[in-house]
C-alpha cells in the first residue's frame, strides 16, 4: 500500500499557531477525521474515532505519559504506536508525520 502525503502546515510556527502544547485539534484530510496532537514539542497524528465506541478524540485530553485519552470510556491510547494502555479495544490508528523543508506533512493510506 502505497502512503499519500498532504501538507498540513507551511512549517513548525504555524503547527504552534494552530495546536497550542499538549493541544488536540481535529481535521479532516483526505476524507478521514484525525485528531492533530501536539505534545512534547512533536506532532502526533490519530484517526479521531476510538476504536471501542467510536466517540471523537479531539474532545479527549492528554496525560503525562504521552497518551491520549478518549472522552467516553476512558481508555488511553499510546501517540506514538496507538495502543490502548490495557489492550480492552483494538488499537487506534497512528498516521506517520513528516517535516520537509517547505512544511509539515501527514501521511495517510
Same mark, same amino acid.
Given at each position: 500500500?502505497?502512503?499519500?502525503?498532504?501538507?498540513?502546515? /507551511? #512549517?513548525w510556527?504555524?503547527a504552534?499557531?494552530?495546536?497550542?502544547?499538549? &493541544?488536540?485539534? @481535529?481535521?479532516t484530510v483526505? &476524507?478521514i477525521k484525525?485528531?492533530?496532537? @501536539?505534545? @512534547?514539542?512533536?506532532?502526533?497524528?490519530?484517526?479521531?474515532?476510538?476504536?471501542?465506541?467510536?466517540?471523537?478524540?479531539?474532545?479527549?485530553?492528554? #496525560?503525562?505519559?504521552?497518551?491520549?485519552?478518549?472522552?467516553l470510556?476512558y481508555?488511553?491510547?499510546?501517540?506514538? #504506536?496507538g495502543?490502548?494502555?490495557? #489492550? @480492552?479495544? /483494538?488499537?487506534?490508528?497512528?498516521y506517520?508525520i513528516?517535516t520537509?523543508?517547505?512544511?509539515?506533512?501527514?501521511?495517510?493510506?
Amino acid at each position: 500500500m502505497t502512503r499519500t502525503w498532504h501538507k498540513l502546515f /507551511d #512549517n513548525w510556527a504555524a503547527a504552534e499557531k494552530a495546536i497550542p502544547e499538549a &493541544g488536540i485539534r @481535529r481535521a479532516t484530510v483526505d &476524507g478521514i477525521k484525525v485528531s492533530l496532537i @501536539r505534545y @512534547r514539542e512533536e506532532l502526533w497524528a490519530v484517526n479521531d474515532q476510538c476504536p471501542h465506541m467510536k466517540a471523537s478524540l479531539g474532545d479527549g485530553r492528554l #496525560n503525562g505519559f504521552g497518551e491520549i485519552i478518549c472522552p467516553l470510556h476512558y481508555y488511553r491510547f499510546k501517540l506514538s #504506536n496507538g495502543q490502548e494502555a490495557e #489492550n @480492552r479495544c /483494538d488499537d487506534l490508528e497512528v498516521y506517520a508525520i513528516e517535516t520537509r523543508q517547505d512544511g509539515i506533512y501527514i501521511g495517510t493510506y
